[in-house]
């Protein structure tokens, strides 16, 4: 008697009924992964928020202490290059739930959340996530809440020094839209030794609920208002292999300081517009600005050069970087000749290299007119003319965008153009942002 007729014809038929289900599943599996093509559709530069200093008694009859260099009062004093205006205390959180607003950029029928601790020192415990379209101010739109989950669990502690990244839910995101991330943190948050990872002048309103887990709730009862995005780095979908991810790699000016709030009128925010509108693949601009950042040292975030590879290489999809950096070495260092406009090139062409070697096109955009800014100075204006020229004529980047030559006043070129001019010298305002945006060739990205 054979084999197979000593099994039974049950079972033989069970065997045969589950062979070809996964013959049927294993191609879908495959197929699934493959059309998985994780991008960034909106993400933002984080930077450490030291915690609060404990407080210390004041010596009797102490004399007030000396305004630092460069602060409000002191010789050359001035507000914080690239930073902006002074706002209400830090955020802090305790038993809440935020609820923070970003704008896309692509689209997708799947999407996570990307939450990070990477500047703080201790576990930060999430209690609970979700995400959906924004409705009107803190709202959602209830029916289309997702909840957030890490590994099947709702909840999480994502570890000091590292990142979170949520399970992948299903959600129509749609391009050019506003989502909500709500984030319950049961714990203290900005009040303990550990460090707050945010991102300061956001130019968008968030919302923290009062008291207690309100994940998902369709009317956040709101405690307080906020400009910071806390402990988010990045949303991404799941897009067609074909997408591109632009980073925009700079300072306040790519950050879009003192443009209008909840407008979404910085430079990256006009390009991305252009971008969606035209046919052809679709193409993520991410803006990874810091207000203040330098591309040789350390102040409001770290340098440019000891952020690239966190904030460019290992962004979602990446393809292309445009890399506006530079005012700020220069207007801090007013009339010292240290950094030199060749250290700044030096600077540059690590940036270049760097990203070369991870196989991205590397655009180079020039600075933009300053005179009359607080930290303006003649021997800084020679310096951001000679950076200026090397990026227009050096060949050395991938491609140019003069953001110098839309920007400034044809008649004293050292200068903001007064319709550009935000009224501080130094940021565009919400039209010379735009005329910024405008001026980036779509065929860089094609």
Known sequence: MSIAARVPREFRRALFV?????????????????QDHWVATWATALVVRPAPAAPAAAPAAAA????????????????????????????????????QIVHTTVG?????????????????????????PRGEGATVQASAVRPLTFGGRTSAKILAGSVLVSDPVAMSV???SDLAID???PGDVGVGPSPVTTHNGASQTSYLSSTGNRVGAAELPVDRETGSWISLARVE???????????????????????????????????ARRLAEQRGPKVAVLNLGISGNQVLGDGAGISALARFDKDVLMQTGVTHVIVMEGINDIGIARANPSP?????????????????????KIYGAT??????????????????????????TSGEYDGVIDFDKVTRDPNSPGKLAAFADSGDHLHPGDAGYKAMGEAVDLALFR
């Open 340 to 360: 030199s406009a060749d250290d700044l090139i030096a600077g540059h062409r690590q940036l270049i290299a760097r990203a070369h070697a991870r196989g991205l």
């Open 183 to 185: 984030v319950y943190l």
């Open 367 to 392: 600075l933009t007119p300053y005179e009359g800014a607080a930290y303006y100075s003649a021997e800084g204006e020679a310096k951001r003319k000679a950076l200026n020229e090397w990026i227009r």
């Open 64 to 99: 007030p202490p000396a305004a630092p260099a460069g602060a409000s009062g002191a010789p050359g004093a001035g507000p914080r290059p690239g930073g902006p205006p002074p706002g209400p205390p830090p955020l802090t959180v305790s038993n809440q739930t935020l609820r």
């Open 237 to 271: 979908v799941a897009a067609g292999p074909d997408t591109r991810v632009v980073v925009a790699f700079g300072d306040s000016i790519t950050d879009g300081a003192r443009s209008t709030a909840n407008l979404n009128a910085r430079w990256p925010d006009t390009l």
């Open 18 to 34: 589950g062979a070809v289900a996964l013959a049927v599943a294993l191609p879908t599996v495959g197929q699934r992964n493959a």
């Open 174 to 176: 749609k391009p050019l």
């Open 108 to 132: 997708g029928e799947r999407v996570r959340v990307v939450l990070s601790n990477v500047f703080g020192t201790a576990p930060l415990e999430v209690g609970a996530a979700a995400i959906a």
